[in-house]
Each structure stands twice: as C-alpha cells, then as structure tokens.
C-alpha cells in the first residue's frame, strides 16, 4: 500500500518535524550555538532510521539579528537553521534540507533513491 | 526526483513529528484533556497540506497513570495519544497514524493514494 | 532559609517558563488562536499551587504579521502573547505577567503579597 | 511591591520552567547525554541574572530504562535529570535544583541569601 521510497520519505519526515518543534524557542547567542549544533544532530540521530544529521546555526544572520536589540541571546527559529538530514529505508536513501527561501525557512526533499 | 507520493508521504511525516514534539511534555489532566485535543489538531491544521488532523488523549490510560502516583496531571506522551494525520499534495492523499506497538508509541504511514 | 514569598516567587516563574517554552513555536493562525489559548491555560493550571491563568492571543498583532508573508501562518512567540498567572503558596498570592516592552517580550513579578 | 528576593526567586523559577519544557521530549541515550547536557545549560544560561547551570543526565537510570524495552534511545523526562540553577539578582543570590522525590522529579528553591 506504500512503497519503499513513501516510507523513506515519511521517516525524513518525521526528524525533520521533529528536530524543528523540539529546538525551536531555545535561547542561543553566538557563544552557545556550536553546542546547540551537536546536541540537535545527536538527538534526533538517535531515531530510527536516521543516519546523518547535519545542523549548522547562521551565527552571521543571528549576530545580526542581536545588533538590533537589546538583548545578547535569541529564540531559536529557522532563519538561524541550516539542517540537512538523512535516512535509510530498507535500500532506500532519502535526503532533505531546510533552507531559506522568499524570507521564510522552507522544508524540503531533495532526494529519494 | 522525488514522486508525489513521497513528497505527500515526506509532508505527513513532517506534521507528525512536529505535532509531537511540540506538544509532548504539555501537564495534561483528563478534565483539560479535550482543550488540548482541538488545540493540537487546530495547530497542526494551519500546516500547508494538512487536510485532517484528529488527536485523541485516551483518558482511560491516563486516569490509570495517575492512580498509581501522588499527582493529578502527567506529562503528555506517546502511550497517551491516538493521532490520525490527513495531507493531500498535488492529486495525493496519504494518511498516517500514531498506535501503541508492545507498548511504545508508533508513528506509522497508512495509506499514499 | 526561604520564605512563603520567595516561594511563591519561584512557583510563578516556573509556571511562566513552562507555558513560554512549552507553547513557543505552535503553528497558530487567528482561526486557531482561541483554542490555543484555552489549552495552555488549562494545561499550566494543573500545575501544583497554580490558581489563575490567562492566556490571550494578540490577533491584530498575529495578522498584521501575516500581512507581510506568504504564510497564513505564525510561529506562536511573546510578540503575540498577553499572559497573566496567579499563584497561591500558603497565605501568599503571587501574581506575573508577560507584556511587550520595548518591542521585547518580558516576565515580569508584579505582585506577592 | 516585592523584594529582591523575591524577583531572585521567580527569575529562578523561570530558569527551571523553561529548561525543563524547553528540552523535555528528546531523544537521547547514554552516547547523545554528553552533548545534550551541555546545550541545556548553555542555553539557559543565556538568560538574563543566570550565573550557573549545571546538567547532569542519569546515565544509569537511563540504562536501565532502555533494558527494560525494544528502543536504545528515551525521550528526556525529569526521571532522568538531576539539575541546579543559580541566579544573581543585585546582591541576592538563589540557588534551586531539580531532584528525585518519591518517584517524581521535584523542582525545589534551596536558598535566596
């Protein structure tokens, strides 16, 4: 009823909502942000099927979004994210990427094969 | 490189993991059960592509959580939960659930038509 | 070591942590936004000495905001938060509130007596 | 209206409120707690008076729990966590943990001096 492939894609799927919803909201500055990196891709490593996960955090785009108020530390949301993950599925690889597009974090499947 | 059935498949993965990782962890009750309920499936819903979101707390288990222990609420989780996810892509529609399996909480894609 | 009104003090922050990064990054729009906010109230209520809360959505500012994208959609954040919660700890009533300044979201103890 | 004790107090609470729901629901084993401890603390203390964090995941118990199932990863809840917070506040200083009682985790003020 599903092929292989569906089901690779709903995996990736699956870390993608899942790595968003958990991190967004937490507080990150310029000095945190490596090891915010490494716990995101560690943890959402540990779920099935998953094989690399690759977080980067716009530390450029949050210094500076930080020049223009007061505080030294920001929510954590997309346009701070570059992730890339991929999953394994039986022979199946599936590859996607959150990236920017028009101004606005845009999920995205890059790869099913 | 990506068929719409995954794209569809790739899209409901997407809601599931962020239904849940947004909402695990929520203090929940069975008297504010229900309000929470329409809050997650109504949240979800605002997603592109979602058509039908469906969440039920299944107040049975979590009435017998609680009796075990000295609080009246618990932390949302999987073994509480019974999610139905509708997305539709393009002229697709893929339909995936949240059940118990021995026990653990299973994200599952049902349907790519 | 500690007194009732420090006390009290501690509960109120951990309730206004609890609901601002629990609740931060729910997918919201103005037709969700009434049982979004019925939901974080009752799920923070059933917090231990947790009397009162109440959570509005500020749908003027949640529009305006969508006015300037393409999404129909917002990320829940301070921005569009009015919240106010109040807790009893023995004789002691403790009262906080979230409310914009200077463009920032901030938790402020208004009152424990 | 409230002493600074007080705003130590609930500035404390806060801390704990946030760490805990910002970071309750993910996924880790004992290979990922070394990453993940890290990113909680640095996160939190990025927040405003929040001197120290310390983070300590219970290996141990989340061993065990692991042994008990089919996963080799937990979603992170207070059973396995054991967590201080100090915040400076003017001249007062509070300090509060989060630990085990009776099964359940407790977040509890230690002192505001």
Known sequence: MTSEGEEAAFETG???GSLYHQFAGTP???ASAGSLE???AEAIENQPHCVDVTV???REDLSA???DGPADYAELTG???DVEIVIEYGETEAVARMEM???YPLMR???VE
């Open 56 to 58: 980067e955090i716009l």
């Open 101 to 103: 597009e028009d101004g």
């Open 38 to 40: 490494t716990a995101m």
């Open 65 to 67: 979004a930080l020049a």
């Open 109 to 111: 499947l890059v790869s």
């Open 14 to 16: 699956i870390k993608f």
């Open 28 to 30: 990150v500055s310029p």
């Open 79 to 81: 346009r701070f994210l």
